[in-house]
């Protein structure tokens, strides 16, 4: 007989780093420059392609704030979550980092489907900093991934199609404003996880849309999709794989090998890659990860979801010096097979006014030959996966689900934020399913809910850092009809810049700074704008009374000053050094807290400091003393091209995080 579907709470105890407070200072700029197709190869790709490659490509993280207050010391915590099982197959949700599924357990066999990392260990890859590595995650928002890659969502039980119960997942995604959820649900004797999906654009106006479903998997596998090519996109350099920002040109590859070498084995690329499959129209939307055995993990969606992709880390150092970053030594390297809106990453989708889009995905065990001519392969692993989970049955679980997507949710199972009660508050929004209840509003929404029933913003009520800002065009509209004291002209600025009217931000800034009680958040827009402008001369002077400012205010060494000294003087370090203003970044270093100069981060900034001092043979014994940095990003290259500044000597490799060919 087979078990009902249960669904349960379970604390998780594994060696987790803190993910620590988020960086107070509004993010001005991306963290990447946003990637997008080369211009000159539009001629040359699909028309659905070449249209959603210029689409509304991110341009700021604003609102959301940059999350890099977390470290690298791991120590046994506690993690809340859900699990999901019947007698096949039993999933392990994470609400509180982002809803991702860290765990799915073949329950007859005790096989684990998925790559489940041992450890939390955060690390510099979402578009707004932490994120970390295993299991299915669930990226909203714009190319990358999500910035709520480690933020809580609100999880409820809600009645399932057939009878039973689903887990419902859902937030409100602040960088499109756009309300999303996921439902989970194992119907009875079912071996493969459901998952339904839906965004919903309440606005009057269209908004690019975007969905990746990132699954990792052991990178000992090989990849299966019903592709014989794929697209591949190039690096400024010609190597592929790098996160960088800039024009990229994508390329067709066939699959599965090119260049003499089967890329469909992750191991076999010798650098990171990106490989966005081609699937053919009308054929059936799925990936699979098998082993030498032939066992292993199917991933399969009605046709919305079109897109399918192999991402890999590749054998070379780099990529192997990432793989241990993310976990702990001696567990296994990973890939990841994904399931897109659109063909490839650098694409956003329109959704129309007041509509929505959804789907449904499964994810499941595959038992199938791996090895062998690849079109007899796929027609086999093709075969095997209609036996299991025929097609018309999930278009038929889909049609099912869409009723209850509405559904109101039951017992509450996790809360997530207060944004999406503000905006529905504000609106006057009703989202049948999604439910943000006002009880969810708290302290970072209190000042903007006072700004919505009064007119006004209200000024802090005692002294600390400026908390978000809300750049929607309603919330800038309310900015601009509000009495303009300094610490609404801050905010309007910011939402302002946002919306790139830079000219009126400066402004807002500049009338600010003289009645400011608190200059050096003013005065650290004003140098970024300088910097974004090309003054960085300017910029440095700035960056110095700004951080000047901030040592006279500051009020303790508690969490929260300790972050915004930290954000501020690694800014102003690196811009004093840019301007070679050698004294002057001195002066920061010594105003900087010593638990602050203990950190990775400006362990480097201060060898570099010391080599722009002349102090060479100082600056070369901070990298032999060893150090790392914490909030590392994916695909920077900064350690190498100090290193290659301070001798010729080869990159030790606890500093090799090189993912391209001939770097320097």
């Known amino acids: 007989m087979a078990i009902v579907t249960r669904i349960r709470r379970e604390v998780l105890t594994l060696p987790a780093a803190q993910l620590g407070p988020d960086n107070p200072l509004p993010p001005l700029r991306l963290l990447d420059e ?32 940059v999350r890099d207050g977390y470290g690298r010391t ?69 190319t990358g991934h999500t910035a709520l890659s480690c933020a809580p969502l609100h999880a409820a039980r809600v009645p399932a199609p057939d009878g039973g119960e689903m887990l419902r997942l859902w937030e409100w995604e602040r960088l499109r404003d756009l309300p999303f959820q996921v439902d989970l649900w194992l119907p009875e004797g079912s071996g493969f996880l459901h998952v339904g999906v839906r965004i919903r654009n309440p606005h009057e106006r269209p908004v690019p849309a975007y969905w990746w479903s990132n699954t990792a998997v052991p990178e000992d ?15 400024p350099e010609g190597a592929a794989g790098t996160p960088d920002g800039c024009r990229r040109r994508l390329r067709r590859v066939p699959v599965p090998s090119y260049d003499g070498i089967d890329r469909t084995h992750p191991l076999n690329s010798p650098y990171a890659a990106d490989y966005f499959y081609e699937v053919p129209n009308g054929r059936r939307r799925w990936i699979a990860a098998l082993d030498a055995d032939g066992h292993g993990l199917v991933q399969t969606s009605t046709d919305v979801l079109r897109g399918r992709k192999l991402f890999v880390w590749g054998s070379g150092p780099g990529g192997r010096r990432w793989q241990q970053w993310l976990t702990e030594p001696g567990t296994g390297g990973y890939c990841e097979i994904q399931a897109g809106l659109a063909r490839t990453q650098l694409e956003h989708v329109r959704l129309e006014p007041e509509s929505e889009v959804s789907w449904m995905e499964a994810y499941g065990p595959l038992d199938a030959p791996r090895d062998g001519e690849w079109t007899a392969v796929l027609q086999g692993a093709e075969e095997r ?71 006004s913003l209200p000024e802090p009520r005692r002294v600390r850092p400026p908390g978000e800002t809300l750049v929607a065009p309603h919330w800038r509209d309310m900015l601009e009809t509000a009495p303009a004291t300094p610490h609404t002209e801050y905010h309007l600025g910011v939402a302002q810049w946002h919306a790139g ?86 002066a920061v270093w010594d105003g900087l807290l010593p638990a602050v100069r203990r950190r990775g981060r400006f362990r480097l900034l201060e060898a570099e400091l010391l080599l722009a001092e002349g102090r060479r043979a100082d600056a070369r014994a901070v990298f032999d003393a060893g150090f790392e ?35 320097p």
């Not at 190869?41 to 959301?64: F, H």
């Not at 017992?411 to 504000?426: C, I, K, Q, V």
């Not at 695909?635 to 090189?658: H, I, K, N, S």
Request: glycine fraction near 8%; include cysteine; proline fraction near 8%.
């Open 34 to 65: 946003a990637p997008q197709g080369d211009d000159r190869e539009r001629d040359d790709l699909p028309r659905d392609v070449a249209r959603q490659l210029a689409y509304e490509p991110l341009r700021s993280l604003l609102p959301a704030r």
């Open 74 to 142: 791991r120590e046994p915590r506690t993690l809340d979550a859900l699990v999901i099982e019947n007698d096949l197959l039993r999933a392990t949700v994470l609400p509180g980092l982002g809803g991702r599924i860290a765990s799915l357990v073949h329950l007859p066999t005790g096989r684990e489907l998925l790559y489940r990392n041992p450890v939390f260990q955060p690390a510099d890859f979402a578009l707004n900093g932490a994120w970390y590595s295993g299991g299915i995650e669930w990226n909203i928002g714009a």
């Open 221 to 235: 596998r090989r990849i299966l999709a019903p592709a014989e090519e794929a697209w591949l996109p190039d690096s």
């Open 385 to 455: 996966l209609a036996a299991v989970l025929p097609r018309d049955r999930v278009e038929e679980a889909y049609a099912a689900w869409r009723p209850y997507a509405d559904t109101e949710p039951g017992e509450t199972l996790a809360t997530g934020s207060g944004w999406g009660a503000l905006e529905a508050l504000r609106a006057g929004w009703k989202l049948p399913g999604t439910p943000f209840p006002e009880t969810t509003l708290g302290d970072a929404q209190a000042p903007w809910l006072e700004l919505l029933h009064t007119g």
């Open 501 to 586: 009217d830079r000219a009126q931000a400066v402004r807002s800034w500049e009338r600010a700074v003289p009645l400011a009680p608190s200059q050096w958040p003013l005065l650290r827009c004003l140098a970024v704008a300088d910097q974004e402008a090309g003054h960085h001369e300017r910029a440095a002077e700035r960056y110095a009374e700004a951080f000047e400012d901030l040592c006279r205010e500051r009020r303790d060494d508690g969490e929260t000053w300790t972050a915004a000294v930290a954000a501020l003087g690694r800014e102003a370090l690196e811009a004093l050094l840019r301007a070679r203003r050698t004294a002057d970044a001195r």
């Open 629 to 663: 940095v914490a909030d590392l990003r994916e695909g920077a290259e900064v350690l190498g091209r100090l290193w290659a500044r301070l001798t010729d000597e080869p990159l030790p490799a606890r500093y090799d995080f090189r993912m391209r060919p001939d770097s």
